[in-house]
């Protein structure tokens, strides 16, 4: 068993999502998602896309820009037949990449500048949370993050999202919040989402 927390939290958070892709009705796939000019079945291959990328990055692969690409991950089809099956794959490919001696030390390149592996379990546990709410609300689901993983993700976010990354496109502009918003709504709005 590794000992560091990130991968707990990692473990948690897949098995929430697999199950929460196991819920979507087939016509739910192609309903409307948060993601402007995505439907829910985009959602769910740009999240599924993004983590193979990653499960392959820190088991000593490589990719290119083009790879990385948002759109063209959406635009694939990496779900199939079964998404939810889909997910619970590439998590695991994830998580043992993760867990193998060394990995959350080490820098990889992703896909531009080396970054190291803690850094990369983080952009999973983030991708796997947030695009895990685009798909309920796209679906009418109820949804209810793991308090533990939703401080993480948090943490990560409110010291990571720059303004560089939301002028590139990655995130929106930050929205207001109040003092009463519960943590979830802070961070979706830290993040241009409006719960």
């Known amino acids: 068993m590794n ?14 999502t697999t199950a929460l892709l196991a819920s979507v009705q087939a016509d739910g796939w192609a309903k409307a998602s948060p ?23 820190a088991s000593g692969g490589s990719a290119t820009p083009e790879e990385a690409d948002p759109q063209r991950m959406a635009d694939t089809d990496h779900l199939g037949a079964e998404p939810a099956k889909a997910f619970a794959a590439v998590a695991e490919r994830c998580l043992a990449a993760f867990a193998a001696p060394g990995a959350l ?20 546990l983030l991708e796997s949370l947030v695009h895990g709410w685009d798909i309920a609300y ?4 109820s949804f209810k993050p793991e308090d533990a993983v939703l401080d993480a993700v948090a943490a990560f976010s409110y010291q990571t999202i720059s303004a560089e990354r939301r002028t590139n496109g990655q995130f929106g502009p930050a929205l ?4 009463a918003d519960p943590p979830l709504t802070a961070l979706l709005a830290h993040l241009g989402r409006r719960a």
């Open 138 to 141: 796209g679906t009418g689901t």
């Open 176 to 179: 207001p919040t109040g003092p």
């Open 35 to 57: 993601c402007a000019g995505w439907t829910v079945r985009q959602v769910g291959n740009h999240l599924v896309g993004g983590l193979a990328l990653v499960a392959r990055i």
């Open 105 to 124: 030390e080490r820098a990889f390149p992703f896909p531009a500048d080396p970054v190291p592996g803690a850094v990369l379990a983080n952009v999973c």
């Open 3 to 16: 000992p560091d927390p990130i991968i707990g939290l990692l473990e948690r958070d897949f098995d929430t």
